[in-house]
């Protein structure tokens, strides 16, 4: 997997041992948010090894993440600002960019996970 213009791919490795096993178009959807609104993303969690999932709370479940087809990110705007979970999906679902996939808003990001059908939107 090589690299986009606003993403280095190791930025998608687990936290836990850095393995990478994120999909190219995990990675894609991310470019195109950034092409399209201008925000700044930063990855804060992404693919997850068996062991980081059970560390998360996950230990017996096959999720997104472990297929390398969920990240968890934050946006910043044009001024640097950090912006909540709410400001950001208010910004992405103006570009249509995330209409298919599953989206849950955190109170400062955001959970992407592609691959399956979901119910669009969810809040926690």
């Known amino acids: 997997m090589k690299d986009t213009k606003d993403f280095k791919y190791k930025s998608f ?7 990478n096993q994120t999909k190219p178009e995990l990675v894609d959807i991310m470019q195109e948010i950034v092409d399209k609104t201008k925000l ?3 990855i804060v969690g992404a693919f997850r090894c068996k062991v980081h999932n059970k560390n998360m709370g996950f ?5 997104q993440y472990i ?3 969920a990240c968890d990110f934050r946006a910043a705007d044009k ?10 999906i ?3 679902d103006a570009s249509g960019v995330l209409d298919d996939y599953k989206v849950t808003i955190h109170n400062t990001f955001i959970a992407l996970e592609i691959g ?4 669009r939107l ?3």
């Not at 490795?13 to 393995?19: G, I, K, L, R, V």
């Not at 230990?59 to 999720?63: I, L, P, S």
């Open 90 to 92: 208010d910004i992405i």
């Open 122 to 124: 969810s809040k926690v």
């Open 13 to 19: 490795q687990c936290n836990h041992c850095q393995a």
């Open 116 to 119: 399956r059908d979901y119910e």
């Open 40 to 42: 700044t993303l930063y």
């Open 79 to 88: 001024d640097g600002s950090l912006l909540t979970g709410q400001e950001t």
């Open 59 to 63: 230990e017996n479940k096959e999720n």
């Open 67 to 69: 297929k390398g087809l």
